[in-house]
């Protein structure tokens, strides 16, 4: 089974900054199967980036993923106010959807 | 727009069943798998299973197997998640997700909607 661990578990920063969060796995995984997800207090899960760099739906610019291999990256450009969330990697393969611990984004 | 909604909260007592439902919108319900994941209080999240809506066919997690059924209603476009002998450890709430097209391989897509949560306590 692949283990995603994500670092920092918590990130203090201030509107207008950038903000780098890691996901690694254990093993190496494919980049098509590695997604980001963004949670607010009471909220469901939201999708944010897809095939470890595609953003969905909607998603602002200010979003981007990138990473192969082992070590994956979700990078908000500026932060907004609505930015500061938990944030969610994920990998999907058959049979096991695993999801990292969390990143939690805090103004500072 | 493409919604799922859920089932109300839930207040369970230990070694009772669940059912949780989510009602699909917007999309063809029989043409997308359904995943369900759940997340205890204060913690990640953790996937259960999915459902293909189009043949019923599911696949479990394997800390899951024999005490979750995924099923579903095609006349009412509705998925249900059933969760067995509960315990205090089940307390989270519980999210239907939309995967990908039942014409793809169902790894091959991440959840691109998910249902409102439906929030279960397990207690005597």
């Known amino acids: 089974e692949i283990v995603l661990t994500q670092s920092p578990g918590t990130l203090s920063l201030s509107p207008g900054e950038r903000a780098t969060l890691s996901c690694r796995a254990s093993?190496?995984?494919?980049?098509?199967?590695l997604a980001w997800y963004q949670q607010r207090p009471g909220q469901p899960p939201r999708l944010l980036i897809a095939?470890?760099?595609s953003r969905a739906t909607g998603i602002p610019d200010r979003f981007i993923g990138s990473g192969s291999g082992t070590d994956f990256t979700l990078t908000v450009s500026r932060l907004e106010p609505e930015d500061f969330a938990v944030y969610f990697c994920?990998?999907?393969?058959?049979?096991?959807?695993?999801f990292g611990q969390g990143t939690k984004l805090e103004v500072k | 727009q493409v919604e799922l909604v859920q089932s109300g909260a839930e207040v369970k007592k230990p070694g009772a069943s669940l059912r949780v439902s989510c009602k699909a919108s917007?999309?063809?319900?029989?043409?997308?798998?359904v995943h369900w994941v759940r997340q205890a209080p204060g913690q990640g999240l953790e996937w259960m299973g999915w459902?293909?809506?189009?043949?019923?066919?599911?696949d479990y997690a394997q800390k899951f197997q024999g005490r979750v059924a995924m099923t579903r209603d095609t006349s009412i476009n509705t998925a249900y998640m059933e969760l067995n002998k509960l315990t205090s450890d089940d307390r989270a709430v519980y999210y239907c997700?939309?995967?990908?097209?039942?014409?793809?391989?169902?790894?091959?897509?991440?959840?691109?909607?998910w249902g409102q949560g439906t929030t279960v306590t397990v207690s005597s």
């Open positions: 994920q990998h999907h393969t058959i049979s096991l959807w695993t």
């Open positions: 093993k190496s995984i494919s980049s098509s199967s």
């Open positions: 997700a939309r995967g990908g097209p039942r014409t793809s391989l169902v790894q091959s897509y991440p959840m691109d909607v």
């Open positions: 095939g470890s760099s």
């Open positions: 917007g999309y063809i319900f029989r043409d997308y798998y």
């Open positions: 459902l293909n809506p189009n043949s019923g066919g599911t």
